[in-house]
């Protein structure tokens, strides 16, 4: 089994940037393709970038490219998620996940408990 920790969350005003890490003990990451998800308030939790096992292959949700940027340190079982340009549609508490590479919840069989990110207007 692998556990998860995201940190680097926190409260930014609209156009300022964030960057999560999530990382991983237990089990080298190696073995996971990983996801970040969110979830804003009555709102389903939704897929916002995924990357493969090495990297080679990566998935933005359209809400998000260009904007977003999804990467991996295996060496260090840590993957991260660049935030730039933020938004208050970016409000919301995210969530790295540890899988099979996909863009289904059900893709993904270990999570972390989250980290809360909140952007001003």
């Known amino acids: 089994q692998v556990q998860l920790v995201e940190s680097g969350g926190g409260l930014v005003q609209a156009g300022g940037s964030l960057r999560l890490s999530c990382a991983a003990s237990?089990?080298?990451?190696?073995?996971?393709?990983m996801g970040w998800f969110r979830q804003a308030p009555g709102k389903a939790r939704e897929l916002v970038s995924a990357?493969?096992?090495?990297?080679?292959?990566?998935y933005y949700a359209d809400s998000v490219k260009g904007r977003f940027t999804i990467s991996r340190d295996n060496a260090k079982n840590t993957v991260y998620l660049q935030m730039n340009s933020l938004n208050s549609e970016d409000t919301a508490i995210y969530y790295c996940?540890?899988?099979?590479?996909?863009?289904?919840?059900?893709?993904?069989?270990?999570w972390g408990q989250g980290t809360q990110v909140t952007v001003s207007s």
């Open positions: 996940a540890a899988g099979a590479y996909g863009t289904s919840q059900d893709d993904y069989s270990y």
């Open positions: 990357i493969s096992r090495f990297g080679t292959t990566t």
């Open positions: 237990g089990r080298s990451l190696s073995f996971y393709a």
